[in-house]
């Protein structure tokens, strides 16, 4: 039976190409022809070479833990279900309880997507990217929360050293997604769906990232 009003999606996942931004000294994309069709092949076969946190992407505790687990390894019930995206523009370089006290009811959904940008800048690195402060990541999972996106390229500043937010992703067992593109999405609830890539020795995948309207 088809539905006669099928819910809207939307694809929050940055486009991945060769001028996609990474963090400075990061692998960029790069894609080359292994086959294309002609007298000598049938099909077009590409290899692709990138940093697994290029465009829209999860974080694996690995990546700030000598002895977290790969991507590959992390279970997947965090990148799909009901989550609540949030706005905090203009909130300067930290996103602070205050910013966001105003969507977090008792109702709050496992998963919290936080939107800074009025527009994603999806052709350049930001080096005064906003981040996600410790706390705000402390009372997140407090409340239940699993899983934190975020619009920028990381939940810590872009030269912090320390990590104080990924550390407390560790301890606390969030998982995290980075480089979300929400330009387009209202505050709401919604449901998640983005699934990692099952790299069982990777840092980081890249996930085709969408949300789904609930009603």
């Known amino acids: ?81 009901p ?13 602070q309880w205050r ?12 998963r919290v997507l936080l939107r800074t940008y009025a527009r994603m800048p999806v052709d350049r690195w930001d080096a005064s990217l906003t981040a996600c402060a410790p706390e705000t990541l402390e009372r997140l999972a407090d409340a239940g929360v699993v899983l934190v996106g975020i619009d920028t390229a990381s939940v810590d500043p872009a030269d912090s050293r320390r990590l104080p937010s990924h550390q407390v992703l560790r301890r606390r067992g969030l998982r995290v997604l980075e480089n979300l593109v929400l330009d387009a999405v209202p505050e709401g609830d919604y449901e998640l769906i983005a699934l990692p890539l099952r ?17």
């Not at 910013?99 to 496992?110: F, G, Q, V």
């Not at 840092?203 to 309207?213: C, N, Q």
């Open 83 to 95: 989550c609540r995206v949030v706005h905090a523009m203009g909130c300067g370089p930290l996103v």
């Open 1 to 81: 039976m088809t539905r006669a009003n099928p819910p809207r999606l939307w694809d929050i996942s940055a486009p991945v190409h060769a001028a996609s931004p990474v963090y400075p000294g990061d692998a960029p994309y790069r894609q080359q022809w292994s086959a294309t069709i002609g007298p000598d092949s049938t099909v077009n076969v590409s290899c692709l070479m990138l940093s697994p946190h290029v465009g829209t992407h999860a974080d694996a505790p690995l990546h700030y833990d000598n002895d977290g687990a790969a991507i590959g390894a992390v279970p997947l019930d965090a990148f799909i279900g």
């Open 99 to 110: 910013h966001i006290a105003h969507a977090m009811t008792a109702d709050l959904p496992p």
């Open 199 to 215: 790299l069982v020795t990777a840092d980081a995948s890249p996930v085709r990232a969408v949300l789904r309207a609930l009603a």
